[in-house]
């Protein structure tokens, strides 16, 4: 009698440890697995997103960038008129002589030169007048908005005898006034062929 007995409590131990174990190896190891996986595939997918948000960033800034250069751009545009343009700044450029007191005695323009990505033309120029009045008409061409640039300025005082610095038909400036030679350069945008050598005077 106790012989079946004690080999049912045997059997009813044995199922009752088999059960956890193979819930074990059968349901709860498969799961943490899975969880295992799940939780990779979150921190892979989580990594992504942060690139993803990285990477969104930079095209925000990129696309704010390109906004940026093209408004410098427009703003270069308009500080370089066109060829038609040049005349109008030439005409300015007189204007402001004029403002100061200056008399423009010759401009005469030189061959175009290539500057970059813009186009350079040089016009040789003489002025007279008195000295401020010079200096003023620096400040002012400075202040133009477009592109222009004065180099190799050669100021000389004019003498008493004006009539071996002038020719008679030139109006007269008050004696003691300075004589002014200077390069003045216009840039523009235009076609690269007009440039020097070979380019239109």
Known sequence: MSSPRGFRDLAF???LIAVPV?????????????????RD????????????????????DLGREIA????????????????????RILEQVTQLAMRSNLAVRSIKGDKILAAGPAL??????????DFEGFYQFLLDVE?????????????????FDKRTTRNEDEEPVPEGSMRAEFTLSIYFNGDPKLAAPGGMR
């Open 143 to 159: 202040s133009l908005p477009r592109i222009t640039r004065i180099n190799g300025a050669k100021i000389t005082k004019l003498g």
């Open 22 to 38: 193979a819930a074990y190896f059968f349901v709860y190891k498969p799961r943490n697995e899975d969880i295992a996986r799940a």
């Open 68 to 87: 940026e250069r093209e408004e410098e751009l427009e703003k270069l545009n308009q500080k370089l008129p066109d060829r038609e343009g040049v005349d």
């Open 41 to 60: 595939e979150m921190r892979l997918k989580e990594a992504r997103l942060v690139d993803l948000r990285k990477l969104t960033a930079r095209i925000g």
């Open 13 to 15: 131990v044995a199922v």
């Open 120 to 129: 350079e033309l040089p016009l040789k120029t003489v002025m007279e007048g």
